[in-house]
């Protein structure tokens, strides 16, 4: 246990180096130093140690590299924004004081996990609320719809809704897992429950094919969507859920396609970007011109050109890391998130309550495909889509949710540990 | 255990399933990114409408383009806060050096050496961050092996004709001039493009390597030395006109009659009648292959961007038309550029170098970088039988058609040419090499639509020569 604070502090420790020594790398060349901007990064990183020695005062097994996994990728960020938007930086270093605080607090709430359980009804309606509020009232800002304006407040609640909706459908599906597993009917060749039983599922469908229509967000729609059908396979093991779902989501947008301009724009980008590199898809152009031109090495931290790409610092930061960092950059960032996923895992693996392992086994899942979704559409791998990259785009409501659900796997993996 | 236990086994197995899974997503589009950035990263970091490499070098001084004496023929120059091109020359050097424009693009050496101007190819480059540490400000300076002298008195020479002369050194395959009219103003391209991208004589066409035309009676030269090589060198007797087959007829200059003569004496007085027979003497096969073993239907690599030159398909010739080829007419049409070559190969024992126009590049410092060692590129005939066809040169510029082109004291071998073409008057021709003993020079001139080798083209080689010969 003591082993446990050791690790942490150390990585933490590792962590702000890291900090340290991005800001100069990116300070110096452009005489951007500034006692405030260096006082600033200096105060996060006592932060950060602090957020550790508070929590273990009270958490003795958690997971310990969970908060510097976080903190590292959160200093890459905060780096890559005073880079790119220095004027942004200031701002980007309170989200992340912020996601600091929201992850002790997230600490504190899901010490007894299992309890939240019992608020399922009112998180999974808080949640759909939430997606259903903005698909109505979202306002544009830099081509994501997403946004609700709250007098001076901004803020992107499908962030948290996705949290919301997880822990509402860990407790749902873990409940009814034995009705989703054996109350089965036959469509066909499909063996699937009472429509009674999987009514959550249709009404998240209908609600991510609104997300398609309305807000044009392809990748929020692929994201609640994917989330959903795992979780319910996860919980069932049942094959049939996710060829079902499967079915419905590519109907769903196979109609979208036809019907709706917007979503056949934004998939022949995609089957052919160079068609038009000047012109519809000349954001994803500039973003593998950069990925291509980083190379292996990188060009190094302010000797790149990424502010030839329009929104770099929000969701196409990832071909900034590119071009400035290398595959060595980008690299060690997926890899940073391949890692988060494996302890997600490993904690939901080692969870003996089925409401944990499902929430731990979900916030993995929902990790992985945001991070698969929003680098592989900045990469042409898939469909360009408007999501941020977790902990290292510039936003609040992204940076807090993604600490929240860093906090709630810390949560757990204490719990699972004390058995 | 209670009986719960099972059926966390079952999600303990699926979460396990997923893990992977997700894992797997994860990996995959790590294997993705590093396609993109390793084996995509040069198609991607230089492709044309990345401005990255464009934004470089508006902060690096772009390298000079400078001729074997350093005269400078491009230099870049500071000013309103970024470096613009500049050429001393103005349209002399047009064709050779090419142009800088951010509108137009890059062409000739620009173009080509576009990696080393900006510096952009230094191997340092790969090294991510730490490059930062070697980085230079400026390009480096390619030096070229013409000579702005040379260059100059040849674009004098041509005057207001439309034309090209090429002029190279035989032993090493080295360009020393190569001029192409008209030309055009690389300062100015931004208000005169319009005119000149649409002009009917098209002045941003490199004649000397682009510009394709019948060669005529310098041919001759080639098909003498394959008669020599394949022994169809008996006496010829000409009447003044040749006819072949049933309707086709091989007339002479003026229906001139050479009566009695022997191979050199009908280069001398370039005998259509004799070069004719020989055509037909040698054959569809023989001929295609003289013409193969030339490089003509070969394409260089090289420093110079050059037209393919355009044969007959020699299987397919009826009698008039392989006797045609014999005198360089017909359907065949090549570059200035491969008759300078046909030319240095007589003079060099047989040997046809590798043209170049690069000699050296050089980094700011000065440090050597890259220098052009003179390569053979074919061995088409060998020293004795390219001896004999020098002689004949000779005497075409001693007592045959090219004594416009003879210099006091120096001995100059050439043949002349006038091609006929669909487009007006003949084209005129003259290819030779001087001084004959030791060759120094081997040149090319080609002036469209001016009539006679001998009396058009052979004065202008003559002034050329001797510039380059002082």
């Not at chain 1, 900090?19 to 950060?48: C, D, E, K, M, R």
């Not at chain 1, 009917?185 to 999987?198: C, E, V």
């Not at chain 2, 006109?241 to 086709?248: E, L, T, V």
């Not at chain 2, 009566?259 to 040698?282: E, M, P, R």
Request: aromatic share 10%; net charge positive.
């Amino acid at each position: 246990m003591r082993q446990n604070k050791i690790t942490e502090l150390g990585l933490l420790l590792l962590s702000g180096l890291i900090l340290i020594n991005g800001y100069l790398a990116v300070a110096l060349p452009n005489h951007h130093f500034s006692y405030q901007t260096f006082s600033i990064t200096v105060i996060l990183i006592a932060l950060w140690t602090l957020t550790s020695v508070v929590i273990r005062r009270r958490f003795f097994y958690a997971d310990p590299v969970l908060l510097p996994l976080a903190v590292f990728l959160a200093s890459i960020g905060l780096t890559l924004i005073l880079r790119l938007r220095p004027d942004l930086f200031i701002q980007q270093a309170m989200w992340l004081a912020a996601g600091l605080i929201a992850f002790i607090v997230t600490v504190v709430i899901f010490r007894q996990t299992e309890d939240i359980a019992k608020y399922k009804y009112l998180c999974g309606i808080t949640g759909i609320v939430l997606l259903l509020v903005t698909i109505a009232l979202g306002v544009d800002i830099g081509g994501n719809k997403n946004w609700i304006i709250l007098g001076p407040v901004r803020v992107q609640p499908a962030e948290f809704a996705k949290l919301l909706i997880i822990i509402f459908l860990a407790a749902y599906l873990s409940e009814r897992r034995q009705l989703l597993t054996y109350a089965t009917r036959h469509y066909g060749p499909l063996t699937l429950p009472h429509p009674r039983f999987i009514a959550p599922l249709i009404a998240l469908w209908a609600i991510t094919m609104a997300m398609l229509i309305v807000q044009r967000d392809l990748g929020s729609a692929l994201l609640y969507f994917g989330t959903t059908v795992i979780m319910t396979y996860m919980a069932s093991g049942k094959w049939g859920y996710v060829v079902f779902a499967l079915g419905l989501f590519f109907t769903g947008s196979a109609v979208c396609y036809y019907l709706f301009p917007h979503v056949q724009v934004r998939i022949d980008i995609w089957l052919n970007p160079w068609a038009d590199p000047s012109g519809r898809s000349y954001q994803i152009v500039q973003s593998l011109f950069a990925l291509g031109s980083g190379g292996l090495l990188g060009s190094g931290l302010t000797f790149g050109y990424p502010n030839i790409i329009p929104e770099v610092h929000t969701d196409f930061i990832f071909a900034a890391i590119g071009e400035e960092l290398g595959l060595v950059g980008t690299a060690a960032v997926i890899m940073t998130y391949i890692l988060i996923v494996y302890r997600a895992f490993r904690t939901a693996l080692a969870s003996q309550v089925p409401f944990t392992m499902l929430l731990a086994g979900g916030l993995g899942v929902l990790t992985a495909l945001q991070v698969f979704i929003i680098i592989g559409g900045v990469t042409k791998f898939l469909p360009l889509t408007g999501i941020t990259l977790p902990l290292i785009s510039y936003g609040g409501s992204s940076m807090v949710a993604s600490f929240i659900l860093m906090g709630m796997l810390f949560a757990i993996s204490e719990a699972t540990v004390t058995q | 255990m209670n009986k719960l236990d099972i059926p966390q086994k079952a999600i303990r197995r699926s979460i396990y399933k997923v893990g992977l899974f997700s894992i797997a997503l994860l990996v995959l589009l790590l294997s993705y990114v590093i396609y993109i950035q390793i084996f995509e990263s040069d198609m991607l970091a230089f492709h044309p409408l990345n401005r990255r490499t464009a934004e470089t070098a508006r902060t690096v001084q772009r390298g000079q383009i400078t001729d074997k004496r350093g005269e400078v023929l491009a230099l870049s120059k500071f000013s309103q806060k970024e470096y613009r091109r500049e050429f001393p020359y103005d349209a002399l050097f047009a064709h050779i050096v090419g142009y800088d424009s951010p509108k137009y693009g890059k062409t000739g050496i620009e173009g080509t050496y576009d990696g080393y101007l900006s510096g952009q190819i230094n191997p340092e480059k790969r090294l991510g961050a730490i490059s930062q540490l070697f980085t230079v400000r400026s390009g480096n300076t390619v030096v070229l092996s013409v000579d702005a002298q040379l260059q100059q008195a040849a674009y004098q020479a041509l005057g207001n004709h439309r034309g090209a002369v090429v002029v190279m050194s035989p032993k090493s395959g080295a360009i020393l001039a190569m001029a192409s009219r008209p030309s055009f103003d690389p300062n100015t391209l931004n208000t005169t493009w319009d005119n000149i991208s649409q002009a009917a004589n098209s002045p941003l066409l490199n004649r000397a390597a682009q510009g394709l035309y019948p060669p005529g009676s310098i041919i001759k030269v080639m098909v003498a030395e394959t008669a020599l090589a394949e022994h169809v060198t008996n006496e010829f007797n000409c009447n003044g006109s040749f006819k072949i087959g049933p309707d086709y007829i091989l007339t002479e200059v003026n229906n001139t009659a050479h009566g009695k003569l022997d191979l050199q004496h009908a280069l001398a007085v370039s005998c259509n009648v004799t070069f004719g027979q020989i055509a037909l003497n040698l054959g569809r096969s023989k001929m295609a292959k003289s013409f193969e073993r030339y490089g003509f239907t070969q394409q260089m690599k090289g420093d110079i961007l050059e037209s393919a030159n355009k044969l007959p398909d020699f299987s397919r010739l009826n009698d008039g038309d392989l006797a045609q080829t014999g005198i360089g007419q017909g359907s065949l049409l090549v570059t200035p550029l491969r008759m300078a070559m046909l030319a240095s190969t007589f003079a060099n024992k047989g040997i046809m170098m590798k043209p170049y126009l690069v000699q050296k590049i050089t980094a700011p410092d000065g440090t050597l970088l890259r220098e052009t060692k003179p390569d053979v590129w074919l061995s088409p005939t060998d020293s004795k039988l390219a001896g004999q066809i020098a002689d004949m040169m000779v005497s075409v510029v001693e007592e045959g058609t090219g004594t416009a082109a003879a210099l006091r004291g120096i001995q100059v071998a050439g043949k002349t040419g006038t091609a006929e073409n669909p487009h007006g008057d003949s084209h005129a021709w003259f290819i030779g090499f001087a001084p004959a003993e030791d060759p120094q020079v081997a040149i090319a001139v080609v002036v469209e639509n001016a009539g006679s080798g001998g009396r058009v083209a052979a004065p202008i080689a003559r002034q050329i020569l001797l510039q380059a010969l002082r």
